[in-house]
């Protein structure tokens, strides 16, 4: 992925939220959830305050974690590219915003270190978040499938 181009969270189709300190996010049409881990939290909460290009993304990340120079690049933009894969997020005609800062950059030493972000798929759940409530559920409900019904996947 070239440092040019916007990026956005693939919304209304994939849905995130922070839980403990771990960020889960969910493909609605896929029915595949994910973690993502070291700094990709970093990255998601980046994406949520709207579109960004991985430069601002790169840079973002010098400023609030302990971090700097080629290498954090060279882990971001792989990841990016591997986001887009899943369709988690999308590219977008909207510029995005020269900085995005997340909180406020603090001291080297009080600064988190980066970490690579990484991204773990799951599919466990698929079948039951596809399960269309109205019409594939039998009559217990959501999230019991119908016997009947054969789920096109």
């Given at each position: 992925m070239?440092?040019?181009?916007s990026l956005r969270i693939n919304t209304p189709n994939v849905v995130g939220e922070e839980f403990e300190g771990e960020v889960v996010v969910v493909n609605l049409e896929s029915g595949c959830y994910f973690s993502l881990?070291?700094?990709?939290?970093?990255?998601?909460?980046?994406?949520?305050?709207?579109s960004a290009t991985p430069g601002s993304i790169i840079a973002t990340l010098e400023e609030t974690l302990d971090?700097?120079?080629?290498?954090?690049a060279n882990q971001v933009l792989p990841f990016l590219?591997?986001?887009?894969?899943l369709e988690l997020?999308?590219?977008?005609?909207?510029?995005?915003p020269t900085s995005c800062t997340v909180h406020e950059?603090?001291?080297?030493?009080?600064?988190p270190r980066f970490e690579a972000p990484q991204v773990e798929t799951f599919n466990d759940?698929?079948?039951?978040?596809?399960?269309?409530?109205?019409?594939?559920?039998?009559?217990?409900?959501?999230?019991?499938?119908?016997p009947d019904n054969t789920m096109p996947h």
């Open positions: 070239s440092p040019e181009g881990m070291g700094s990709a939290k970093d990255i998601w909460k980046t994406l949520t305050q709207g971090c700097s120079g080629a290498d954090v590219d591997e986001l887009k894969k997020v999308v590219t977008t005609d909207s510029p995005g950059p603090q001291g080297d030493s009080l600064r759940l698929q079948d039951i978040l596809l399960l269309d409530p109205i019409h594939d559920v039998d009559e217990a409900g959501w999230p019991m499938a119908n």
